[in-house]
């Protein structure tokens, strides 16, 4: 078509995405009355990812001058004062994807574009059962151009849930706080007063009754803030629900999403569980007041309240998660794998290392084949790939070997800042318990190479592996140091040992401890220059 016509249609939307504005200037209040802002809305709001500068331009101008003709201090408040509006009329256009293609990239640059308040998240929880089923097999099958849409969609929500859960525990500590010393006052109080029985228990008291009161207003806080913590918590398990099967995608912008999306997603978890522990404290601290003051009905009131099975999410989830990280590793798309090694670090963090100890030890040669083999040294290429599904796409890129070498180093660097963050942390560091002498030997391995590129990055790794056990790497360190040095030192004095007899110079290459114990699968060369910069940096570190 001619380019006169493209322009044509551009000046007539952006006429008539104007005339909203003037409309809503000319008529103020009636413009809400009469039903014209929520006929509107929704059409300014589609018009925020238009892919004329111009449309989307005019589309914002109009939004803040209806935000402003309407009362509302920001486009994000009228978002939100609608919202239902909104999300019934994407529900709508979600059910007819063919006709409404666009409906995903909608919901991404409408949640982003106003940030969400906690008023919007209960009302998401109806679409994203839809996006859910969209991402599920059959839903990528029919629509597979709209998987990225609506995993970035997925990923606002999670964002905007982590927004409203990093507020809780807070919030929810400083609840349980101020119930638990109300509870102290009261019990201090019925020590020095005497006719307490009287005044508590006396039902047509004034007193009993503004107590009855204060404590039932205290309890509908809590069952609040928990219906809302577990509405976050439901929409984030959702979510994470849909990605999950993601991570193990050859398209590696699918897979980028979907390690955001989990990442996010068990930042959230956690926190919701850290309010939960709160909230479980005010609850057994309210429970203990009210029986102190004998209400019975408002004891019945927190005796009935179920806590569910649903508020142990974190880890649960992270349980399913797993496997689909390791595939993710298998299929050596570089970006992915870094953005892989990452996620794992922080969900390690996160989630404990208590819980991943015998995952390591399991998968853990997915993670240490990233640093057995050498950059420089070829690999065949294995002759079956993975098993594609027919609605999978192939990816040359997925392929065994194809990696460049500077690509590998940048994956194996990737690795030892993954091992120096778990170890370091002492929250996470007994996620390497079982694994410990396997991960130094290969981090020794690699620090005492020729493979200058890998410096930095393995000496961080054994600063962390240090504060796990530093006696460990420091046998490694000398095994290698002393047998290749000529001049071995003598003891202080000869009360000790020589260092020949406590670490015997090695018959040959396979008898080093760091190959005992990591194996020999390296084709990494040691270098005595190498192994005295890694032993004289941890040293001024004073890691030893």
């Known amino acids: 078509m ?111 574009y106003i940030g969400v308040a906690h008023q919007i998240l209960p009302l998401l929880e109806e679409p994203m059962r839809a996006v859910s089923l969209e991402l599920e097999v059959l839903g ?18 999670v964002k905007a849930s982590r927004n409203e859960a990093c507020a809780m525990p807070n919030e929810a500590e400083s609840f349980s706080l101020r119930v638990k010393s109300e509870v102290v006052e009261m019990i201090e109080w019925s020590r020095k007063n005497v006719k307490k029985s009287v005044i508590w228990h006396d039902s047509t008291s004034e007193m009993s009754s503004l107590a009855s009161e204060h404590w039932e207003e205290m309890l509908f806080k809590l069952n609040e803030s928990r219906r809302y913590r577990r509405t976050v918590g439901s929409i984030v398990g959702s979510c994470l629900t849909a990605a999950t099967p993601l991570l193990a995608s050859v398209n590696d912008a699918a897979s ?57 999410r974190l880890l649960p989830a992270m349980n399913k998660i797993w496997p689909y990280l390791i595939h993710c590793l298998k299929y050596k798309i570089l970006v992915a794998t870094m953005r892989c090694l990452s996620v794992v670090s922080t969900v390690v963090q996160i989630c404990g290392g208590d819980f991943f100890s015998r995952r390591f030890h399991t998968d853990g040669a997915h993670f240490w084949k990233l640093l057995t083999t050498s950059p420089f040294q070829s690999r065949p290429i294995s002759k079956g790939g ?8 192939t990816s040359t890129s997925s392929s065994e070997g194809s990696m460049a070498e500077v690509s590998c180093m940048k994956v194996q660097a990737a690795a030892l800042n993954m091992i120096a963050d778990i170890s370091r942390n002492k929250r996470s ?32 790794a054994l600063s ?32 000790f040992a020589e260092v020949t007899q406590l670490l015997p110079p090695p018959s040959s290459s396979k008898d080093y401890l760091y190959v005992q114990y990591g194996g020999e699968s390296f084709g990494f060369d040691v270098d005595l220059s190498s192994a005295e910069v890694v032993f004289r940096k941890l040293q001024s570190k004073s890691v030893f």
């Open 2 to 112: 001619p380019s006169y016509f493209y322009r044509d249609t551009t000046m007539l939307h952006q006429v008539i995405i104007e005339g909203i504005g003037i409309f809503s200037i000319s008529l103020g209040k009636d413009f809400l009355c009469s039903g014209f802002l929520h006929a509107s809305l929704y059409l300014l709001l589609e018009n925020l990812i238009c892919s004329s500068y111009q449309i989307r331009s005019v589309s914002d101008a109009v939004l803040h001058v209806l935000a402003a003709a309407c009362g509302h201090r920001t486009v994000g408040h009228l978002v939100v004062a609608n919202a239902d509006y909104i999300i019934d009329s994407l529900c709508r256009q979600l059910r007819h994807l063919d006709l409404n293609p666009h409906v995903p990239n909608v919901l991404a640059a409408m949640l982003s």
């Open 464 to 495: 962390g592996l240090a504060c796990v056990d530093p006696d460990l790497i420091w046998l490694l360190l000398a095994d290698v140091y002393y047998s290749l040095k000529k001049g071995i030192p003598s003891p202080p004095s000869a009360d």
């Open 256 to 312: 980028l999403v979907a390690l955001d999306i989990v990442e996010e997603g068990i930042a959230t978890l956690a926190k919701v569980e850290e309010a939960y522990r709160h909230e479980k404290e005010s609850k057994e601290a309210i429970g203990r007041a009210i029986e102190m003051c004998s209400f019975h009905d408002l004891q019945d009131a927190v005796d009935t309240t179920d806590e569910g099975a649903d508020e142990n």
């Open 386 to 393: 993975p098993i594609l599904l027919p609605y999978r796409s």
């Open 140 to 157: 990528r099958h029919q629509h597979p151009d709209l998987t990225i849409p609506f995993l970035k969609a997925v990923r606002e929500i």
């Open 429 to 460: 560091a007994s996620a390497f318990e079982v694994v410990l002498k396997k991960v130094s030997g290969l981090v020794v391995g690699i620090a005492c190479s020729s493979v200058a590129g890998l410096h930095d990055a393995s000496i961080n």
